[in-house]
């Protein structure tokens, strides 16, 4: 009877830097490190443990197959313009902003075709990696001339169990202006005014929305700012939700007909 031949070990995955290493680095991150990725970070803003420590950018990105930008936005160019001499065509560089057409064309401009580079919009945040909530998405925006990036990035977050979107830069702006910002925007008012500063008689129809306030106080202190102003659309979204807003207001000060003032129902789904 022969032998058994001895398993070969896995390959080990791809090693990965992190530049940033705020709320939300620090906890993709760890998501990398369960995923068992080689994961090296820099940030000179921040405290890192001294296992993923790296000494500076260059010593960061030496060897690394993936480099991800996750840096407040308006940090992206200098950063950019930073790491460019220091890249080769085997690596990928990929940002996980909240917003997507200004460090999208920011990318294309200063990596252009010799840098593999593909713009990504994980779906969720620390308190919600804390919280293992599912399902977990991110959406991808891939670059014209790197198509293959965004098959890499694909498999890449699919191995971090999460479920991928592909959009345009634009598109991606425009639905985050309805959803994202508009979330922010609001729960911003409602945590100014004090609504979820542990009221006692909350209903079970303020409990989702204590949840959306806990998020976003679980995320980066600049995430609002960088939400609202960096993409196009949130200024237009926000106007109209303040002028729905102020419509109702005045139906409710005029008196109107209940029936005026229903919430509808949501559409049913399809047969």
């Known amino acids: 009877m022969s032998a058994t031949r001895p398993r070969e070990p896995a390959p ?4 990965v830097a992190v530049l940033g290493y705020g709320r939300f680095g620090q906890a993709f991150a760890g998501l990398l490190l369960q995923a068992e990725y080689s994961v090296r970070a820099w940030d000179p803003h921040a405290d890192i443990p001294a296992a993923l420590a790296a000494a500076s950018m260059p010593a960061a990105i030496d060897g690394a197959a993936w480099i991800v930008l996750a840096m407040p936005v ?9 790491l460019r001499p220091l890249l080769h065509a085997g690596q990928t560089v990929l ?3 909240s917003v997507k057409m200004h460090p999208c064309a920011t ?3 200063l990596l ?6 593909v713009g990504t919009h994980p779906l969720f945040g620390p308190l919600s990696l804390a919280r293992n909530e599912r399902p977990r998405r991110t959406v991808i925006c891939p670059a014209a001339d790197h198509p293959a990036a965004a098959v890499r990035a ?11 979107v592909e959009l345009d830069p634009e598109a991606h702006d425009r639905a985050m202006a309805k959803t994202h910002a508009l979330a922010f925007f609001v729960a911003k008012g409602l945590i100014e005014l004090g609504v979820d500063d542990g009221l006692p008689l909350a209903p079970p129809s303020f409990q989702s929305m204590r949840h959306m306030l806990d998020a976003v106080r679980g995320d980066a202190g600049h995430l609002f700012a ?3 102003r960096e993409n196009p659309f949130a200024a237009e979204a926000r106007t109209q939700l303040l002028a729905e807003l102020e419509r109702v207001h005045r139906q409710l000060l005029a008196d109107a007909d209940g029936d005026s003032l229903a919430i509808p129902a949501p ?3 399809d047969a």
């Open 12 to 15: 080990p995955a791809a090693a």
């Open 107 to 109: 990318m294309d401009e």
């Open 154 to 164: 694909r498999e890449l977050f699919t191995e971090l169990g999460c479920e991928v």
């Open 95 to 97: 940002d996980v902003g």
């Open 74 to 82: 308006p940090r992206l160019r200098d950063t950019l313009l930073a």
């Open 112 to 117: 252009g075709a010799a840098i593999p580079h």
């Open 267 to 269: 559409p049913e789904a």
């Open 226 to 228: 960088a939400i609202q």
